[in-house]
């Protein structure tokens, strides 16, 4: 097809997710073609630094040789094969390598396709291990999480966010659940100051565990910051003082590190900065280096017996998607993980810590920035109308979109969170780059707060 051709059907048929398809169609973005290195490439061949890692996912950049090698030889083996009573071998080196990587304890993987699956899979091993755990069986089904959380977009993963606008719109289709609020200084209502504000956090959190125990099956959380919330960071100490409640009160704790795991706080996983080992571990967007759709749900030795007995007894959990541990997906996600340590992404991700503490500086007196909050290589810089008094912009103005828009004309691919301007760069991304990137923000931002 030419490009024409393309734009034409794109607009026609292609629905986009979480697009605004009318204004999508005017604005002609870009579709790309090719990709090399951190570079999208479109149908034009205009190049593009990805400032947003593909949503979050991609960890290497593209076109990896060693990571297009292992497709292509995994390839010539077997594309796919169900783990519904068979195994294969890439799901089951992965699997090895996982449990040897995460957390200590978390030693049973479950496969699924997305972080959405990853979360419903984690709500419903909970529920029914409090059903089947032995002589101390409970009718367990209430969850606990936090105000603005997000675990994805299904039913049972929308049903635990706190995202208002998504209990509004499909409000009757969802389970109750319980949501604490969270402890983001950024959000301090009027009259009180952050330090009172997080004691109170602090204090609610511990209320509502005590209060409804014996009717939780779980505590659902991203770890340190919530991703799609707005890059909302916590304060450090958080997540360990979770983990302690809920072990206490033994309630089993779903880390969802879906946005935060592979690199982007600094760690492997996020858990580690905290020491914390949860129940269930929910991994998926940077599996796979961000080539395939694969995601995983660990658990604990204790929750997984609960499952086990003779099949007539019905314990086993009922629960499992067509492309359930994809093999060619479990050969990218080990091939991902050799380059980890092969080229030190970690190092590399300290290096780009530096580089946006450097480059995002000169933003932090800007009277449109309210603040700038940064774990890791995630990166939320939160635009507002007046600075001191934290008030928006008008919504319609679409501000973040149209920084959006302005860094494309620069050659960036940037995506906001309403009006928070999001950096999420490859963990192995060059300094360099990011360099670009962020001088790229900054000029998109000052164009866009500047548009009438
Ligand atoms: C992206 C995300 C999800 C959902 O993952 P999908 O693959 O889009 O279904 C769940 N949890 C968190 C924290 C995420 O950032």
Redesign the pocket.
């Known amino acids: 097809m030419t490009p024409e051709k393309l734009r034409c059907v794109d607009n026609h048929h292609v629905w986009h997710p979480f697009t605004p398809m009318r204004a999508h169609a005017r604005e002609e973005s870009p579709i790309i073609a090719d990709a090399v290195g951190f570079e999208l490439i479109d149908v034009q061949g205009r190049r593009y630094l990805d400032g947003v890692s593909s949503l979050?996912c991609n960890v290497h950049g593209h076109r990896v040789p060693e990571i297009d090698a292992a497709i292509r030889q995994q390839l010539d083996r077997v594309a796919h094969s169900t783990l519904l009573g068979l195994g294969n071998v890439p799901s089951i080196e992965l699997a090895d390598r996982l449990v040897r990587r995460v957390p200590e304890g978390l030693e049973h993987v479950f496969y699924s396709d997305?972080?959405?699956?990853a979360?419903e899979a984690a709500l419903k091993i909970a529920l029914q291990y409090h059903r089947q755990k032995g002589d101390r069986a409970e009718n367990r089904n209430l969850y606990v999480s936090l105000a603005g959380a997000?675990?994805?977009?299904t039913i049972g993963?929308v049903s635990v966010g706190g995202i208002d606008l998504f209990h509004g719109l499909y409000g009757q289709l969802l389970f109750h659940s319980v949501r604490v609020p969270a402890p983001v200084a950024w959000r301090t209502p009027v009259g009180v100051t952050p330090a009172e504000y997080l004691a109170d956090c602090d204090r609610q959190l511990e209320a509502t565990l005590r209060e409804h125990q014996s009717q939780i099956a779980a505590f659902v959380i991203?770890p340190l910051v919530q991703?799609?919330a707005g890059i909302l960071v916590h304060p450090p100490g958080y997540l360990r003082r979770v983990r302690d409640l809920t072990a206490e009160l033994e309630i089993p704790l779903i880390v969802?590190e879906?946005?935060t795991g592979f690199g982007r706080t600094g760690t492997l996983f996020a858990c580690e900065q905290e020491g914390v080992v949860p129940d269930l571990l929910?991994l998926?967007?940077g599996i796979t280096g961000g080539y395939l759709p694969l995601?995983a749900t660990l658990t604990t030795t204790e929750i997984y017996d609960a499952f086990l007995g003779e099949p007539q007894e019905g314990r086993t959990f009922f629960h499992g998607h067509t492309y359930t541990g994809n093999p060619l997906a479990c050969a990218a996600a080990l091939a991902s993980l050799d380059l980890f340590e092969r080229n030190d992404v970690l190092a590399n991700v300290d290096r780009l810590e530096r580089v946006l503490e450097n480059r995002l500086g000169r933003l932090a007196t800007h009277p449109h920035v309210g603040e700038i909050r940064r774990k890791g290589i995630m990166v939320g810089i939160e635009l507002v109308e007046d600075r001191d008094q934290k008030r928006s912009f008008p919504s319609p103005r679409r501000t973040g979109h149209l920084v959006t828009l302005a860094a494309r004309k620069r050659g960036v691919i940037l995506r906001p969170l309403g009006d928070v301007v999001v950096l999420m760069p490859a963990p192995a991304m060059p300094p360099d780059l990011l360099e670009r990137i962020c001088d790229v923000a900054v000029e998109a931002i000052d164009e866009a707060v500047a548009a009438r």
Request: proline letters at 0%; aromatic letters at 10%.
């Open positions: 979050w997305n972080g959405s699956t979360v997000y675990h994805g977009d993963s991203e991703g799609a969802d879906v946005a929910c998926s967007k995601a």
